[in-house]
């Protein structure tokens, strides 16, 4: 007799990345009865985590992240002053993902992967997500949120991040669509 099937305990849950991580373990025939627990064992398991994340091993660190188009920004540099680099720019030009990467350096395949899962299953990062760092940008890890399809802000102090939030702050029509 096999686990018990999974059910998640509500909405939040079912539509969380490791609730769509669970479902696809069992769509996808490689545990038809995972469950949350499940999950970090999974999450050490390199090849299944590439795939879930639409990883390419032959696109390399920099092919991962840049895979993602449109206008829409990827990269922010808020300091010495904001400059932005969007989609299009990063995956068109090494030159622009030069400028916006900086010295962020090219990671193994083993930790593009790890980092991409942590992202995920971890910080249930999103597409639509803007990441603020106020860590050392040339660490990877929160460069593994652009292969996610998430904005990526980088350099800014608290005044800084102020300023970028009140700039993209979204405003909701009241009840009744007004």
Known sequence: ???KPWRPADEAEATSNRGVFIEWLHATG???EAGPDDVPAWQSDLDAMAEFGGLRR???WAGNLRRHRGRREAVVRL???RRAWSRDALADSDAAWQQAAGTASEQPWENLVRIVASHL???ETRPDDRLLWGGDPCDPWPWGALAIGATLILDG???DA???AAMFRRLAPGWGGR
Request: hydrophobic letters at 40%; glycine letters at 14%.
């Open 1 to 3: 007799m096999g686990k």
């Open 157 to 159: 102090g608290e005044a």
């Open 30 to 32: 490689r545990e038809p």
């Open 121 to 123: 299953l971890d910080a």
């Open 162 to 164: 102020a300023a970028e």
């Open 58 to 60: 032959n696109a390399g």
């Open 79 to 81: 300091a010495p002053s």
